[in-house]
């Protein structure tokens, strides 16, 4: 399984970036994200029915949506704060991806990709 992860990079607090993650399948798929010394954990997540799973961190905020045509999935990163600074990793599991999903279950990963909010 191949996962493609674009998108990322520098913005000043306050202002939008958008992911995207392309699969060689169908899957439950979503965002994490990790800071160094911390665990990585899941910010969002959309399953092949559409079900959304979104971090209190990031409830009202973010964006996760798939194409299911493309088996690709978006997170549309706003009002983003310093807070947000991470390594997003794309990620897909064969099973379920969603609330209580923790990164040592999860079937594959993307790239990570680096997200720089600046002050």
């Known amino acids: 399984v191949q996962l493609q992860a674009s998108g990322g990079g520098l913005v000043q607090a306050g202002g939008s970036l958008r992911l995207s993650c392309a699969a060689s399948?169908?899957?439950?798929m979503g965002w994490f994200r990790q800071v160094p010394g911390r665990e990585r954990y899941l910010v969002a997540a959309?399953?092949?029915?559409?079900?959304?799973y979104y971090a209190d961190s990031v409830k009202g905020r973010f964006t996760i949506s798939r194409d299911n045509a493309n088996n690709t999935v978006y997170l549309q990163m706003n009002s983003l704060q310093v807070e947000d600074t991470a390594v997003y990793y794309c990620?897909?599991?064969?099973?379920?991806?969603?609330?209580?999903?923790?990164?040592?279950?999860?079937?594959?990963w993307g790239q990570g990709t680096q997200v720089t909010v600046s002050s």
């Open positions: 990620a897909a599991d064969r099973l379920r991806l969603g609330y209580g999903s923790r990164w040592q279950n999860v079937d594959y």
């Open positions: 399948g169908s899957y439950d």
């Open positions: 959309i399953s092949r029915r559409r079900g959304i």
